[in-house]
């Protein structure tokens, strides 16, 4: 009994040690849930955990081989209005599951209103996601992107019809954008935002809409009939060159800066390498009194939204060079109506020829 004694006093010891060097919140980190993108709490970084593309479970992600060498364009080429297309993405599934800030923990998030890839889950991975069956217009789209579910009191409310999920230069040399590099995740916003962060965040374009009232940081109070509630929030498109995902899922991606002198957007240094900037544009079909209308577990400045690049590779440098590079204005065949000599970067059927 003496012996047993002694070697939990000895335990206690040793806690309180590992307590005062580590401090308590590495400890509850460990355990599994602190606070996180779950019921009681969201925060970006959840407890790491050894999942299929991060074997180690330190969230990060290196891309091999990584890409360097990349310096920043300030060129200014010829300006065209529109440098985009579309990938027009209905919703596929609910779940309360986030395979990037929850990977291999299934339930362990609050609800989330799923598009393109029909299979995401916790479990979900790069080789799981390529070449999966997708709700996106353009079979080779089989990316997932996701944000939290809204609610009106307890009904759930889901995104009508294929949404407008746009691909653009977020940079002014526009022929600088490349594609995505397969496996690269990211989330854009925080669900802890404050509505001052909200409404200053880089992605920012008009907030909250329907009918005429625009700008509004949180959801409206009412919309007329017949209206829709509205939302479009853009991604950063400068890159590291160096990591798929980092353990708060936005390190590896920054928004475009302006340059000194000239007024042109340019990737910063950090992040040399210009990808498409993807806006999601969001349409829900609910209308009248929205007093109880909601995200699943925040207040409307709490919207957010991650993307999980499962792209066939070709297709998507078909559609980044023909439309983006190309300055072009395209649908999500790659093809401009009002520039109908220019062709299409994808066949009849969203397919390369």
Not at 37 to 48: E, I, L, R, S, V
Not at 76 to 82: D, G, I, K, V, Y
Not at 150 to 178: C, F, H, N, W
Not at 311 to 325: N, Q
Request: charged share 20%.
């Amino acid at each position: 009994m003496e012996r047993r004694s002694r070697a939990f006093s000895a335990l206690l010891v040793c806690i309180a040690l590992v307590t005062m060097v580590f401090g308590v919140g590495t400890i509850t980190a460990a355990t599994g849930r602190s606070t996180g993108d779950g019921p009681a709490g969201h925060t970006m970084t959840a407890a790491a955990v050894p999942s299929g593309d991060d074997p180690d479970g330190d969230g990060y992600i290196p891309v091999v081989p990584p890409v360097t060498g990349v310096t920043p364009s300030g060129r200014e080429p010829a300006p065209r209005r529109f440098h985009e297309f579309q990938a027009n993405c209905a919703v596929s599934h609910t779940a309360p599951d986030d395979p990037v800030t929850y990977p291999a923990q299934p339930g362990s998030s609050r609800d989330h209103t799923f598009l393109g890839n029909t299979s995401t889950d916790a479990h979900s991975t790069t080789a799981s996601l390529y070449g999966g069956a997708t709700t996106c217009r353009t079979p080779g789209d089989s990316s997932a992107y996701w944000m939290p579910s809204l609610y009106d009191g307890d009904e759930k409310i889901l995104p009508a019809g294929p949404q407008a999920l746009s691909y653009k230069a977020g940079v002014t040399d526009y022929t600088s954008v490349r594609p995505f590099p397969k496996g690269l995740r990211f989330v854009v916003g925080s669900p802890l935002q404050s509505a001052e962060d909200f409404r200053g965040h880089g992605g920012w374009v008009a907030g909250w809409e329907c009918g005429d009232s625009s700008h509004n940081v949180d959801i409206p109070r009412t919309c007329p009939a017949g209206t829709q509630l509205t939302l479009r929030v853009r991604a950063p498109s400068c890159w590291d060159g160096r990591y798929l995902d980092t353990p708060d899922h936005q390190s590896h991606m920054a928004y475009p800066v302006v340059a000194p002198g000239t007024g042109a957007g340019v990737c910063p240094a950090s992040h040399p390498v210009a990808l498409p900037m993807l806006e999601f544009g969001m349409a829900w079909p609910v209308d009248g009194d929205m007093s109880r209308v909601r995200l699943a577990g925040g207040r409307g400045y709490s919207f957010h939204y991650a993307f999980f690049n499962a792209w066939h590779e070709p297709t998507l440098k078909a559609l980044v060079e023909h439309c983006v590079v190309g300055g072009l204005q395209c649908d999500a065949r790659g093809y401009d109506r009002a520039r109908p000599r220019e062709g299409a970067a994808l066949g009849p059927d969203y397919r390369l020829p």
